[in-house]
């Protein structure tokens, strides 16, 4: 019995993936699409999102079946506005790439994040109140999000006596890194 299950379980994980090649994000119709080869005008990008950095949704939990290593924050709830993602450390969040490869600033900006980093080591990301991983802190597991920060729910927990400590992350974040457990 065991052998039929795992046989089916396999089955399936393969059909799966074949639906959803490894590294792929799925996206649905209230978030842009990944970039793609277009002719599209200047003035807007292949997805659709006007070219200066405004998406009008960002990658969601929602959107991404398959971790894809990337830090996201946007500026408003549940991934509207810009939104900046990142692969490695950020000292300053003034300046960070949006989606489209398009400089833009986030510091003190941010009302939802998502962590769709990989398990394992340095999966952590540790979001910092000030620039320079300076301030008080509070971390995000790989696959978790807040998806309305504006609620005040989500504080900066580490570092008592820090400057930021005790206060809301909503547009409050300065800075952040990658890290293996906090």
């Known amino acids: 019995?065991?052998?039929?299950?795992?046989?089916?379980?396999?089955?399936?994980?393969?059909?799966l993936a074949a639906v959803l090649p490894a590294g792929q994000a799925v996206a649905d119709d209230t978030a842009p699409a990944a970039p793609a080869a277009s002719t599209s005008s200047p003035s807007s990008t292949s997805s659709g999102a006007p070219a200066d950095g405004t998406a009008e949704?960002?990658?969601?939990?929602?959107?991404?079946?398959?971790?894809?290593?990337?830090?996201?924050?946007?500026?408003?709830?549940?991934?509207?506005?810009?939104?900046?993602?990142?692969l490695l450390y950020d000292t300053s969040w003034a300046d960070c790439l949006n989606g489209e490869n398009q400089t833009i600033s986030m510091e003190n900006q941010a009302s939802q994040m998502f962590?769709?980093?990989?398990?394992?080591?340095?999966?952590?990301?540790?979001?910092?109140?000030?620039?320079n991983y300076t301030g008080a802190w509070r971390c995000l597991a790989s696959g978790n999000h807040w998806d309305n920060l504006?609620?005040?729910?989500?504080?900066?927990?580490?570092?008592?006596?820090?400057?930021?400590?005790?206060?809301?992350?909503?547009?409050?974040?300065?800075?952040?890194?990658?890290v293996d457990a906090c």
């Open 1 to 15: 019995m065991r052998t039929i299950i795992s046989v089916a379980a396999g089955l399936a994980i393969a059909g």
């Open 57 to 86: 949704k960002a990658v969601t939990p929602a959107n991404l079946l398959i971790p894809d290593g990337f830090f996201y924050a946007a500026e408003h709830p549940n991934g509207l506005g810009k939104y900046c993602r990142w």
């Open 115 to 131: 962590n769709n980093g990989f398990p394992g080591s340095y999966s952590v990301v540790k979001l910092y109140w000030g620039r």
């Open 150 to 178: 504006s609620l005040g729910r989500e504080t900066f927990n580490g570092g008592a006596g820090l400057s930021g400590y005790g206060q809301s992350l909503n547009d409050n974040v300065a800075s952040h890194k990658w």
